[in-house]
Nanobody, 124 residues
Framework: QVQLVESGGGLVQTGGSLRLSCAAS????????MGWFRQAPSKEREFVAA????????YYVDSVKGRFTISRDNAKNTVYLQMNSLKPEDTAVYYC?????????????????WGQGTQVTVSS
């Protein structure tokens, strides 16, 4: 059983930056591709970014390309989401998730473990 704990959320102005972290425990971190999802008020949860277990391959939703960067430190069992040039529409609860598929996935149904989420609020 993998436990995931997100941190780093908060309130930031438009154009600002935040770095989210997700610490994993209870499993072998390198067995899992890692993803970030977000859920805005009254909206469904959506995929943001994913990173492969060891190759470093990444995948992003179009709306964050060029602004967000996902990375991982396998020695620290941690995945990060660096968010730059933040916009009010990035306001959401951000979740990290772990997936054991061969290839990185954008569908939340493919992810096996989830964190509790961290709130990101971007003021205009």
């Amino acid at each position: 059983q993998v436990q995931l704990v997100e941190s780093g959320g908060g309130l930031v102005q438009t154009g600002g930056s935040l770095r989210l972290s997700c610490a994993a425990s209870g499993g072998t971190f390198t067995l899992y591709n890692m993803g970030w999802f977000r859920q805005a008020p009254s909206k469904e949860r959506e995929f943001v970014a994913a990173i492969a277990r060891t190759s470093g391959n990444t995948y992003y939703v179009d709306s964050v390309k060029g602004r967000f960067t996902i990375s991982r430190d396998n020695a620290k069992n941690t995945v990060y989401l660096q968010m730059n040039s933040l916009k009010p529409e990035d306001t959401a609860v951000y979740y990290c998730a772990a997936d054991r598929d061969i290839f990185i996935q954008s569908s939340e149904a493919r992810y096996d473990y989830w964190g509790q989420g961290t709130q990101v609020t971007v003021s205009s």
